[in-house]
């Protein structure tokens, strides 16, 4: 399904980081980050369903 990204080398990354700083400007791009940051995390929660949550709840009680 994500075959397409493995083909991604550094210059795209720098490439891709600079057409998101130019668009998102230096103050934005930390904010913008942490948002994608949060998404990624929640998918992945989302796919795990009720185990990521019991983890976390059983690490709370110890």
């Known amino acids: ?24 400007g230096p103050g934005k791009l930390p904010g913008v980050g942490k948002a994608l940051g949060e998404s990624i995390s929640g998918f992945k929660k989302g796919l795990n369903g009720d185990e990521g ?7 709370e009680v110890e």
């Not at 949550?53 to 690490?59: F, I, L």
Request: charged share 20%; net charge neutral; proline share 3%.
């Open 53 to 59: 949550e019991k983890k976390e709840e059983t690490k």
């Open 1 to 24: 399904m994500f075959g397409y990204i493995a083909n991604i080398g550094p210059a795209s990354l720098v490439l891709i980081l600079i057409i998101a700083l130019v668009i998102f």
